[in-house]
């Protein structure tokens, strides 16, 4: 069947102990990360990106930590491009992004008594 033994008694095992619901697709995401960084410190390296525009390897030796454990800070609140950030401001720059070409087609459409042909044959 394409499953491995140990999968195979895996299934059995959830299915004998909850039954038929036990058996869906479920999220393999952890329930909890014990090693997470804290939520002050996160906040602390977000408002050094933004009051100092400094980069991870500037960042990190400040507050002790890995220049690695930095950047994955600043990807998740979304500040990890320095080009992203208003350089003055240090705020994230917001534009107009579409996920397909075309979505902002604009179509400027005058009417024929202002048109330059029309004026031409009066």
């Known amino acids: ?11 059995m095992r959830r299915w004998r102990a909850e039954g038929e619901a036990r058996l869906h697709d479920r999220s393999s995401r952890p329930h909890t990360t014990p090693h997470r960084t804290p939520a002050t410190l996160e906040a602390r390296v977000r408002d050094l990106r933004q009051a100092r525009i400094l980069g991870p390897a500037r960042i990190g030796p400040i507050l002790g930590l890995a220049a690695s454990t930095v950047h994955r800070i600043l990807t998740r609140h979304g500040l990890n491009r320095l080009a992203w950030l208003d350089r003055p401001t240090g705020q994230p720059i917001r534009r107009f992004e579409r996920s397909g070409p075309g979505e902002l087609v ?8 202002t048109s330059p042909t029309a004026a031409a044959g009066a």
């Open 1 to 11: 069947m394409g499953v491995a033994r140990a999968t195979a008694h895996k299934w």
């Open 106 to 113: 604009h179509v400027h459409i005058r009417s024929s008594a």
